[in-house]
């Protein structure tokens, strides 16, 4: 499944590092969760999670998906969004692309910048306890779009813990771009010489 942001609000509503945080949430809880359980799993307050939640269910990162009547009380049930998060900066007005790069730049800084902070974390023991890569490789389309599969099918296969094996958390944050063409990103390419 894949859900494309096609406009400035939905951009913004998706951006914030505290609604991002909280569709992680979800997803480690692994199943329907009510806001009170997400709140109480980042030691925050309910109201405040569930004024997020109504944004991201706006726009169609949440989904409402169950209720039940708990001692007189309907608790809902949420789910987060489960498939690829698309920007699609096509359908913007011309005029309005400055303002849809400055919201992306945004909204990737918010997400670096939280898989920044857990990696310097988990570094900070005397063993430490995480790697970082960054190196290109040569890929066709096809190849890209297989690693990312392998990747994501790989976590959600183990986004919970189902203590059967001691198993310790690790927090992922993986990037696949293609490299702009030496000429787009200001390197000339060199003839070969002559002998």
Request: a negative charge.
């Amino acid at each position: 499944m894949k859900k494309e942001l096609k406009t400035l609000e939905e951009i913004r509503i998706y951006s914030d590092p505290y609604r991002i945080q909280i569709m992680s949430e979800f997803q480690k809880i692994g199943r329907p969760a009510t806001v009170k359980e997400v709140a109480d799993s980042m030691n925050e307050v309910p109201a405040k999670v569930h004024y997020h939640v109504k944004k991201l269910e706006s726009i169609g990162l949440v989904s409402l998906v169950d209720t039940k009547l708990i001692n007189g009380i309907t608790a809902k049930y949420y789910e987060p969004f489960d498939g690829e998060i698309s920007i699609r900066k096509s359908e913007f007005d011309e005029a309005l692309h400055p303002v849809f790069q400055s919201e992306t730049q945004k909204l990737l800084n918010n997400i670096f910048e939280e898989g920044k902070k857990r990696f310097l974390l988990a570094n900070q023991h005397p063993e430490p306890n995480g790697t970082l890569m960054n190196q290109s490789v040569y890929l066709t389309k096809e190849e890209a779009k297989e690693l990312v599969e392998l990747i994501k099918d790989y976590c959600n296969r183990h986004q919970t813990d189902d203590k059967s094996v001691p198993r310790e958390k690790f927090d992922i944050l993986f990037a696949i771009a293609k490299s702009p063409e030496p000429e787009q990103d200001g390197i000339n390419k060199k003839e070969p010489s002559s002998p």
